[in-house]
């Protein structure tokens, strides 16, 4: 595999489990509770085994899933905060996803390449 492609894997783990297979308790995040910490050790679990595998390293996997946990937990408390200020349908909503979507993005693509 090379690097190119574990990439865009740990990407789609990140949407899989950011979208596709989250719960309801956990798409209805608030701050610090047991789903938004749970969605957060997903997360960082998810792409970090991409990653960990890809290097063939557990201490790779340990450190990528810790930073990506942190990472994760601090930009979704920021994003609920913010989005806590919204009214339901307010377009803002959307450019926070954004922003929030490519922040995890980023997080996933330093550390490729702090590692390479």
């Not at 950011?18 to 309801?24: A, G, L, Y």
């Not at 989005?83 to 922040?103: E, M, N, R």
């Amino acid at each position: 595999m090379n690097l190119l492609i574990a990439y865009y894997l740990a990407i789609f783990a990140h949407f899989i489990f950011d979208f596709v297979w989250q719960t309801k308790d956990i798409s209805k995040k608030r701050m610090l509770n047991q789903p938004m910490l749970v969605h957060c050790l997903i997360m960082g679990v998810s792409s970090a085994a991409i990653i960990g595998f890809y290097y063939q390293s557990l201490i790779i996997f340990i450190q990528s899933s810790l930073i990506i946990f942190v990472t994760h937990l601090l930009i979704d408390m920021v994003r609920v905060e913010l989005d806590s200020k919204l009214p339901k349908d307010s377009p803002k909503f959307w450019q926070y996803l954004g922003a929030d979507q490519i922040l995890h993005t980023l997080v996933i693509l330093v550390i490729f390449l702090i590692l390479q």
